[in-house]
């Protein structure tokens, strides 16, 4: 059943950050209590510290965080006893067994519970009460986003009667209405619903707009979303081996592709991104300073210039590299790209040891701090090449369901420079769909790896 958002994951993570907080803090207080001290005394560190790890493991077993909701005032409040009951039974078991039972202080031991509870439900009720105050309780409502054609298909409109019952928000309905502006007012409603970033995107449209409109429905695989249709048992759909049955509000869909990186991969990708972006500039700032200065005294020009690219969700982003090439030979626009070739004569030799050891590229480290781009990704393409290729492969665009990357699966897995086959690029995309289906932390890493290993030099790149 598809019933989460984006907003929802982070509120249950903030809670549960909030929740260690006022945990320890009502570890204090119950030291402040019994001892006299603010700070537990050395026998007590370790039951004040493993007491909040142990309640937050309780409360991911027993679900505790995903029956909070702002709107009803649910603060789990069940849930919440047996986690923290759980947590200090264990933390006497424990004692008991290491028999160090004797030295626990049952007052202490008391003390904090009963003001690490009453901390929990004040927490919760403040926040939930400040939410509804400021009006923004609803924003942590799933966020459906709605397709259809006309006449509106008998699902979508059961879908919209059931969404406040089942506390769904409809941030964006489009209905292909035919007409001479049918194909210009589709392309702004793919605009606006970029915008809207829903959680969930829902398509009830008929076989003859898919192939219609099949180049703008193309850019619903840019959106970082769930994706799910309605089944015409007529065209087979149910049989198909790429997709799954899923319940949404209670009425059963295909689901045709899924949020990439889960609720939490996000932030810890983010996370991932500022770390070891920053580590990489500091350590690399030598080399980046000495390439600047052997640019500026080999060719004149500026050191640095930007592309624009399609980043995330299919947006426009500025790429910055270090320039490789002569001035006065750098006729590439948006709308027309000439991809570098072998012993192309618009490359300076400077430029040409740049890209053939990818150090043309360290200026994007930037671009993974500003949160543009990350630094492992599908390489962004240029705006020309992506208007070529978008209609000549097949959910070509579902590649901008992530941000961009400085390196990624497809180069480390030899899919790098040139592209001139349709058979290349597929092959970049496959690789690209395989990265965002499968995506980890150790994913990253072991890509990274192999980059640091063998991935700087390519016989391809030039």
Known sequence: MLTHSR?????????????????????????????????????????????????????????????????TMQIGLFRLLSAQLGTYALLLVFAYFAKVS???????????????????????????????????AGHFRPRIALISSAPEPLVISQLRARAESHRFAIVHNCKIVPGDHAADSLRDAMWEMRAAQPDIVVMAVSSSDKIRYADILDDVGAISSDLVEISDLNEGQAGDVASEWVI???????????????????????????????????????????VALAIKLTSRGPILFEQLRHGFNGETIRVMKFRSMYVDKMTDTPEKVQQARR????????????????????????????????????????????????????????????KPGITGWAQINGWRGETDTDEKMRQRVLHDMYYIQNWSPWLDIRIMFMTLVNGFVHRNAY
Request: glycine share 6%; charged share 20%; no cysteine.
């Open 248 to 290: 949404l509000a209670g009425l059963p869909f295909l689901r045709r592709a899924m949020r990439p990186f889960g609720e939490r991969g996000w932030w810890v990708k983010r996370l991932e991104d500022i770390a070891l972006g920053a580590v990489a500039l500091i350590l690399l700032s030598p080399v980046m300073l000495a």
């Open 343 to 402: 012993n192309d004569p618009r490359i300076t030799p400077l430029g040409a040891f740049l890209r053939k050891t990818s150090l043309d590229e360290l200026p994007q480290l930037f671009n993974v701090l500003r949160g543009d781009m990350s630094l492992v990704g599908p390489r962004p393409h240029a705006m020309a090449h992506n208007e070529l290729y978008r209609t000549r492969i097949d959910g070509y665009f579902a590649r901008h369901r992530v």
């Open 7 to 71: 907003n929802q994951a982070i509120l249950r993570d903030l809670f549960a950050l909030g929740d260690v907080v006022v945990l320890l803090l009502g570890a204090m207080i119950a030291s402040l209590l019994r001892f006299d001290a603010f700070f537990p005394p050395d026998g007590f560190l370790m039951p004040t510290f493993a007491a909040p790890l142990l309640y937050l493991m309780l409360m991911v077993l027993i679900r505790g965080y995903k029956t909070l909701n702002p709107e």
């Open 102 to 136: 004797e030295d626990f202080s049952r007052l202490w031991t008391a003390y904090s519970l009963i003001t690490g509870t009453a901390l929990l439900l004040v927490l919760r009720i403040v926040v939930f009460v400040w939410l509804r105050h400021k009006g923004i």
